[in-house]
């Protein structure tokens, strides 16, 4: 079991950042990737980037790609999400995710809300 704790979100104007923060515990040895989904009011929740743990090797989606940056720290087994030029579109509730395989996301976290005032 792996278990997932977000910080982080908040309330933002609009051209503002934000850092979120997802700590991992648990069985973090096996983990291959960690990922970022976020959930709009009465939508459904979309991928938004994702890290490779062991090569650091990072993935975004195209709304976010040149504004969004994941990083990690390994030893602390935690991954960051900053978000920079923040718009109100961006306003959703943020989730953590771990995936142990390729395709996978296993394991969530409960969800941080930011919220874009514009």
């Known amino acids: 079991q792996v278990q997932l704790l977000e910080s982080g979100g908040g309330l933002v104007q609009a051209g503002g950042s934000l850092r979120l923060s997802c700590a991992a515990s648990?069985?973090?040895?096996?983990?291959?990737?960690m990922g970022w989904f976020r959930q709009a009011p009465g939508k459904e929740r979309v991928f938004v980037g994702l890290?490779?743990?062991?090569?650091?090797?990072?993935f975004y989606a195209s709304s976010v790609k040149g504004r969004f940056t994941i990083s990690r720290d390994n030893a602390k087994n935690t991954v960051y999400l900053q978000m920079n030029s923040l718009k109100p579109e961006d306003t959703a509730v943020y989730y953590c995710?771990?995936?142990?395989?390729?395709?996978?996301?296993?394991?969530w976290g409960q969800g941080t809300q930011v919220t874009v005032s514009s």
């Open positions: 995710a771990v995936g142990l395989s390729v395709g996978n996301w296993d394991y």
């Open positions: 648990g069985r973090t040895d096996n983990i291959y990737a």
């Open positions: 890290i490779r743990i062991s090569l650091g090797w990072t």
